[in-house]
């Protein structure tokens, strides 16, 4: 089964053709994440995908409404926790759910608390359960693990895959990062003009790291011994 599927996808501004006859499927439960240069269209895919954007040319089959998270987690700083991860469902299920998803990511009892009081990585943790409180059948990822210290991040790496584990989203994960992408994801895509240029199973690859860094142009930081 497919979370999303896009056949021949083309998004323009104005003259500039910024994605051209794109291809993409992603999986129920399948956790791919897209690397790409700045300004080869990425973002452009993501918005599109989450309905954000309107496209010029192709398809897009998605079940349900996409969940996104960005790297500014935007929660409402005079709502408290359990109303921000309820937003649009604040009926006494809708904050006994929220409830539950706060306590999913680590922030159980903390749902009357305000966004003032919590740390960086807090605050990407409730806008993840506010992402899967309605259970999705697409996350998609912006860079939200981009402005966390690096012990953060590997602790919201550890809790993202759980979490999709347990709840079964396809994913895509929109990075600059390249360990980042081989820690966490099952495939890996490189975008080059609007385009995937390129797709890498992490399971069983070796050298994968420096396979990424030559796709993207980078001279690898490993030296033979």
């Known amino acids: 089964m497919s979370a999303v599927f896009v056949r021949g996808l083309r998004r323009q501004y104005g003259d500039r053709v910024v994605i051209e006859n794109l291809d993409l499927r992603i999986g129920e439960g399948e956790f791919v994440a897209l690397l790409g240069e700045s300004g080869c269209g990425k973002t452009t895919l993501l918005r ?32 408290p926790l359990w109303q921000n991860v309820a937003l649009g ?8 759910a929220a409830i539950a998803a706060l306590r999913e990511v680590g ?3 903390r749902e009357e608390d305000w966004p003032r009081n919590l740390s960086g990585g807090q605050a990407q943790r409730v806008a993840l359960a506010r992402a899967l409180v309605r259970e999705p059948k697409l996350l998609l990822l912006d860079e939200p693990f981009a402005a966390l210290d690096a012990l953060t991040r590997i602790k919201m ?4 895959r759980e979490l999709v584990a347990r709840h079964r989203p396809g994913v ?8 980042e992408a081989v820690a966490i994801a099952d495939r890996i895509l490189v975008m080059r003009e609007g385009r995937i240029a390129a797709s ?17 142009g980078v001279e690898s930081d490993t030296r033979a011994a």
């Not at 995908?49 to 935007?74: C, M, N, S, T, Y």
């Not at 469902?89 to 006994?96: D, I, Q, S």
Request: aromatic letters at 4%; hydrophobic letters at 40%; glycine letters at 12%.
């Open 107 to 109: 922030l159980a009892g």
């Open 200 to 216: 890498y199973q992490v399971e069983g690859s070796t050298g994968l790291r420096d396979t990424l860094l030559q796709e993207l």
């Open 172 to 179: 895509l994960l929109v990075t600059h990062d390249v360990d």
């Open 157 to 160: 790496h550890v809790l993202i």
């Open 48 to 79: 599109a995908l989450a309905g954000l954007d309107p496209i010029d040319g192709g398809h897009i089959d998605a079940p349900g409404k996409p969940a996104v998270v960005f790297q500014e987690h935007r929660l409402l700083p005079w709502t």
């Open 89 to 96: 469902m604040e009926t006494p299920e809708g904050r006994k």
